[in-house]
């Protein structure tokens, strides 16, 4: 079965500096995987995603990821963070049966001013 | 591009009643939708796939009677939350995808509030 863990609860970034958002993730076969981000009380907004091709995916509001075979990782990263990146970030692999989403537990970004 | 809606979008009602929830995909056709569930501070958890036309497919733990889905048409998906209970208060979210397209659009959600 496929799975996804984001190891952080939490990460805390002062506005202005790079940030990261770590992710790894358990898949038979080529992964499938996306980010998300999720404001209080809102659904989830599509940032992007990891299908095939280069490595490093960009995606929308400056963010991108790093796709890592060896470490079965697929951390998302940014610049230069801003306050209005606070929100809720999920990362999640995509089951190639049934074509639905396997969602990690969710990190919580705090951008301090 | 690529919108879903949900309707209504918050629902608070009383413990025994039933709840209608709407999905619809408002500018292409979703051969599937999925259904998830998400608790207070906590990830999305799959409740079920429907394909349109016919029946879903529920995760293991969900009660195919308690929560009923229809997907009657490419651009319309309801889940019925029969004779809800507090417990079953919670967020819940649809997503769409069109055949071909590896992305999921996802609707802003529904809080569903039981008395």
């Known amino acids: 079965a496929q799975s996804v863990a984001q190891p952080e609860d939490q990460v805390n970034v002062a506005e202005g500096n790079p940030l990261t958002v770590k992710c790894t993730y358990s898949?038979?076969?080529?992964?499938?995987l996306f980010w998300y981000v999720q404001y209080p009380n809102r659904g989830l907004q599509f940032l992007l995603k990891?299908?095939?091709?280069?490595?490093l995916v960009k995606g929308s509001y400056g963010f991108e990821a790093e796709f890592n075979k060896s470490q079965t990782s697929f951390h998302l990263k940014k610049p230069s963070a801003l306050v209005s990146d606070s929100a809720l970030y999920f990362c999640?692999?995509?089951?190639?049966?049934?074509?639905?989403?396997?969602f990690g537990s969710g990190t919580r970004l705090q951008v301090q001013p | 591009g690529a919108v879903v809606s949900q309707h209504p979008s918050r629902v608070i009602c009383k413990s025994g009643t039933s709840v209608k929830i709407e999905c619809r995909s408002l500018?292409?056709?979703?051969?599937?939708m999925f259904w998830y569930r998400q608790f207070p501070k906590q990830s999305l958890m799959l409740m079920a796939t429907?394909?349109?036309?016919?029946?879903?497919?529920?995760e293991q733990g969900v009660e195919k009677d308690k929560f009923l889905i229809n997907h009657a048409s490419l651009t319309l998906s309801t889940l019925t939350v029969t004779s809800a209970h507090p417990e079953d208060s919670s967020f819940y979210i649809c997503?769409?995808?069109?055949?071909?397209?590896?992305?999921?659009?996802f609707g802003p959600g529904t809080r569903l509030t039981v008395l």
């Open positions: 997503s769409a995808r069109n055949k071909g397209y590896n992305e999921q659009f």
């Open positions: 898949v038979s076969g080529n992964p499938y």
């Open positions: 990891y299908i095939t091709g280069d490595n």
């Open positions: 999640a692999v995509r089951d190639t049966g049934r074509r639905a989403l396997t």
């Open positions: 500018d292409f056709q979703a051969t599937t």
């Open positions: 429907s394909n349109e036309g016919s029946k879903a497919t529920y």
